[in-house]
């Protein structure tokens, strides 16, 4: 391949050029590709042909192991390393993927797993004609320009991640009464009780188990093992407390590190075309989505690989 980036003017962002889907990835290709990414957090892939399923997986494992997320949000498909991300209903009104069209708030995917998401791929296939943006936030930047002290008050700091609750369709306290309304993020768009509820009948006269969702605890300042260069590790809408600190504290603590982390220099947001395939380092960066009108269908395919 003979790729060619050219930064976008935006604070992050670049675009692609040259990628062929299907050929085989050059040692020399993953190293230009990673080595853009490292600079620039997000790479749009665009005016290529689709790839396909095979062709996708074949392209992202190049750059790690790749999570079998797709079992974790019951969307039990062919190929479990890509996560269905779409807000089509069978004629019985089951999610053929993830479900809905809501707004997802600000995330990083798979924080809740202790091998977390590290790079991840969004391709569109089908877009509504008022696109919903994806956003990105650059959470290197984001930890560079809070105070030396405050940082180093972070240090010691870990925080626990999880999103059982609502994938699951189970509350801690009250494990029989699904609270998936309020689903808030990871890589999945937010899910009503009726998907959830659906969902589970459907696998279990397929005789698929219940998923274990993983949970897992991070410190809030992570190193990313490939650059060494240091992350603030929020992922808002995960992140359910800081370990050993009270609730209301560490609600605070979230919240003052998140607006800090959203400041317009650190944000780039991406309006989508069909066949764009958006390469962005999970580990180093949050992303939220608009909502789009559910009237209209958007169908996405995603994929991570994991630390
Ligand atoms: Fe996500």
């Given at each position: 391949m003979s790729l060619q980036i050219f930064p976008l003017d935006q604070p992050l962002g670049a675009i692609v050029e040259g990628w062929a889907p299907g050929s085989t990835l050059e040692d020399s290709d993953r190293q230009t590709i990673l080595s853009a990414l490292r600079e620039h957090i997000v790479l749009v892939f665009r005016g290529n042909p689709q790839p396909s399923d095979d062709a996708l997986i074949n392209f992202a494992s190049g750059f790690g192991d790749l999570v079998q997320g797709s079992e974790w949000f019951q969307?039990?498909?062919?190929?479990?390393?890509?996560?269905?991300v779409n807000n089509i209903y069978n004629e019985q009104g089951?999610?053929?993927?993830?479900?809905g069209s809501d707004k997802l708030g600000w995330h990083s995917d798979?924080?809740?797993?202790?091998?977390v998401g590290k790079e991840s791929f969004l391709n569109a296939v089908e877009i509504p004609k008022d696109p919903p943006r994806t956003c990105f936030c650059n959470q290197y930047r984001a930890l560079e320009t809070l105070p030396p002290e405050q940082v180093e008050k972070l240090r010691s700091l870990r925080a626990f991640h999880s999103i059982t609750q609502y994938i699951s369709g189970e509350d801690p306290q009250t494990t029989d009464t699904p609270k998936c309304e309020a689903q808030p993020g990871s890589a999945v768009t937010r899910q009503t009780r009726a998907d959830f509820l659906a969902k589970r009948k459907r696998n279990a006269e397929l005789g698929i188990a219940k998923p274990q969702i993983p949970q897992a605890e991070h410190p809030l300042i992570v190193t990313h093992p490939d650059t060494g260069r240091e992350i603030l590790y929020v992922s808002p809408q995960i992140i359910k407390h800081i370990v050993g600190m009270p609730k209301q504290e560490s609600d605070a603590l979230i919240e003052e590190l998140t607006t800090h982390s959203l400041h317009e220099d650190n944000i780039y947001c991406h309006d989508w075309q069909v066949g764009d395939t958006v390469m962005f380092d999970t580990l180093g960066s949050l992303h939220r989505r608009d909502s789009w009108d559910p009237g209209q269908r958007r169908v996405m395919r995603q994929l991570s690989t994991m630390l």
């Open positions: 969307d039990n498909g062919p190929r479990p390393e890509i996560l269905r089951i999610a053929q993927g993830t479900g798979y924080s809740y797993v202790p091998r």
